[in-house]
Antibody, heavy 112, light 111 residues
Framework: EVQLVESGGVLVQPGGSLRLSCVASGFTFSNYWMSWVRQAPGKGLEWVAN????????YYVDSVKGRFTISRDNAKNSLYLQMNSLRAEDTAVYYCAIAGFWGQGTLVTVSS | DIVMTQTPLSLSVTPGQPASISCKSS???????????LYWYLQKPGQSPQLLIYEVSNRFTGVPDRFSGSGSGTDFTLKISRVEAEDVGVYYCMQSKQLWTFGQGTKVEIK
């Protein structure tokens, strides 16, 4: 059974930093591009970042470029999202995903 | 960037009746590999999105056959042949030809 389990979401002050993690199981993690997608409260889905199987290519939505960094550790079947200079508008549930499967999400709240 | 536009944004359907959602992309989603990277998801209340249809018309594992997808190029449609109460939620189309982009979502409720 495919599972994606996110963690790391908390309440953080504007300007702060946070690292999200996602542990994958039930499939060959190193064979897949991985993605982070977020959903602000009551809003739709927004793709945030993608990373290639070996980590050599990374892509970001414009609003997080220069602030967020996606990475992975294939030995640990883990995906990460380092989030710096956080803003109120980054408040959202963050999902780890491949096209066919999504995690349950982890809530990031940016507020003073 | 590829923009995805869904219509309608909300739909109220009588159980047993059909429903249809349209999704248009700002560019063709036909990739040079011959595949068209258009997906449909359903996000039920309080849950993560679940994949219904991949590459325009392929039902994902376990998806009932009352769900069908069609289209090509820039115009796509999700059809539910007979809506059931468990089909309520928000439906999203998504393209992955160039990174990922989602439509705004279509909220489906039961009359």
């Amino acid at each position: 059974e495919v599972q994606l389990v996110e963690s790391g979401g908390v309440l953080v002050q504007p300007g702060g930093s946070l690292r999200l993690s996602c542990v994958a199981s039930g499939f060959t993690f190193s064979n897949y591009w991985m993605s982070w997608v977020r959903q602000a409260p009551g809003k739709g889905l927004e793709w945030v970042a993608n990373i290639k199987q070996d980590g050599s290519d990374k892509y970001y939505v414009d609003s997080v470029k220069g602030r967020f960094t996606i990475s992975r550790d294939n030995a640990k079947n883990s995906l990460y999202l380092q989030m710096n200079s956080l803003r109120a508008e980054d408040t959202a549930v963050y999902y780890c995903a491949i096209a066919g499967f999504w995690g349950q999400g982890t809530l990031v709240t940016v507020s003073s | 960037d590829i923009v995805m536009t869904q219509t309608p944004l909300s739909l109220s359907v009588t159980p047993g009746q059909p429903a249809s959602i349209s999704c248009k992309s700002s560019q063709s989603l036909l990739h040079s590999d011959g595949k068209t990277y258009l997906y449909w998801y359903l996000q039920k209340p309080g849950q993560s999105p679940q994949l219904l249809i991949y590459e325009v018309s392929n039902r994902f594992t376990g998806v009932p056959d009352r769900f069908s997808g069609s289209g090509s190029g820039t115009d796509f449609t999700l059809k539910i042949s007979r809506v059931e109460a468990e089909d309520v939620g928000v439906y999203y189309c998504m393209q992955s030809k160039q990174l990922w982009t989602f439509g705004q979502g279509t909220k489906v409720e039961i009359k």
